[in-house]
């Protein structure tokens, strides 16, 4: 119905590509944002994202990058993430992201990332891609709030790409749901920022949609999960439930995103994700033109 109502706003001298998804939440669209954002500023573009900055007290239009961060509660925990990975780059928060997407244009960006953009109408795109995560699928196939789905899996139809990240087993019957839409398949890697946790005994802390993710990551990398410290998406972390994690005795490991949230100098190592192309390089350097 809003697609009927909605003209998308076309901005001229600038490549829109949108990264969404379908589901809510948990499938990985900030680490594709920060490796497209990267790949096309290396590629000598002039790189914004767009932004809604979920989870943030303010309201005003903001435009910042790496060297002129503010408080995640000014701009959201995933632009600042994605401001502190790609230094090259500008991020603009804002409610309205077709007047961002015009405004980035005019202050010299001529490639716009449209960060969680697949349900976003007012903004023309000249590429809609689709995060999926391998191992979640679509869930039960169900919209809100029977399931996770914000629309239906026939909307795949609108992408121009579906963006497969393999982080476990594939889940039954997704090959079939993502029919024909021509794909990229990637793998996350993680690692942890400045240190190790190979046989430590540690707790996790997070605000995360699909917690079960971190600790298997954890896991992986070769440490003891003694504890677990798991709250809502974007969850702000009071002094108290911080107290209580430290409280516990082991190495508390966080996520790149949580990391953002945290108070200055709280103890916490920091597991940082990174996408790696398995298949669909040459496909995607021809749908972004890089």
């Excluded at 503010?70 to 007047?99: K, M, N, Y």
Aim: hydrophobic share 45%; charged share 25%.
């Amino acid at each position: 119905m809003r697609s009927l109502f909605v003209r998308p706003r076309v901005v001229e001298g600038a490549r829109v590509v949108s990264v969404g998804n379908l589901t809510v939440g948990g499938s990985g669209k900030t680490p594709v944002v920060i490796f497209l954002s990267q790949w096309a500023a290396s590629a000598g573009r002039r790189v914004a994202v767009l932004s809604r900055g979920y989870g943030r007290t303010s309201r005003a239009d903001v435009r910042f990058d790496a060297a002129n961060l503010l408080p995640a509660s000014e701009i959201g925990d995933e632009p600042r993430l994605i401001a502190q990975r790609c230094p090259a780059v500008t991020v603009w928060v804002g409610r309205d992201r077709a007047r961002l997407a015009v405004a980035a244009r005019d202050a010299g960006a001529d490639f716009l990332v449209l960060d969680d953009g697949m349900q976003h109408r007012r903004l023309a795109r000249d590429v809609d891609l689709v995060v999926v995560d391998a191992a979640a699928g679509f869930g039960n196939g169900r919209l809100l709030p029977a399931g996770p789905l914000r629309e239906p899996v026939t909307q795949l139809s609108r992408a121009s790409l579906v963006w497969l990240r393999q982080t476990a087993e594939t889940a039954p019957g997704l090959e079939a749901q993502l029919g024909p839409t021509p794909r990229v398949v990637s793998r996350p890697v993680a690692h942890v920022v400045d240190g190790t946790i190979r046989g430590k005994r540690v707790v996790a802390l997070a605000g995360l949609a699909r917690p079960s993710a971190f600790t298997r990551t954890l896991v992986s990398l070769g440490a003891e999960v003694v504890a677990e410290r798991y709250f809502p998406d974007h969850h702000t972390f009071t002094d108290a439930e911080l107290d209580e994690v430290r409280s516990l005795g082991a190495v508390v490991v966080t996520t790149e995103k949580d990391a953002q949230r945290l108070k200055r100098g709280f103890p916490a190592l920091v597991v940082r994700l990174d996408e790696e192309l398995v298949s669909g390089r040459e496909l995607l350097a021809e749908q972004l033109r890089l």
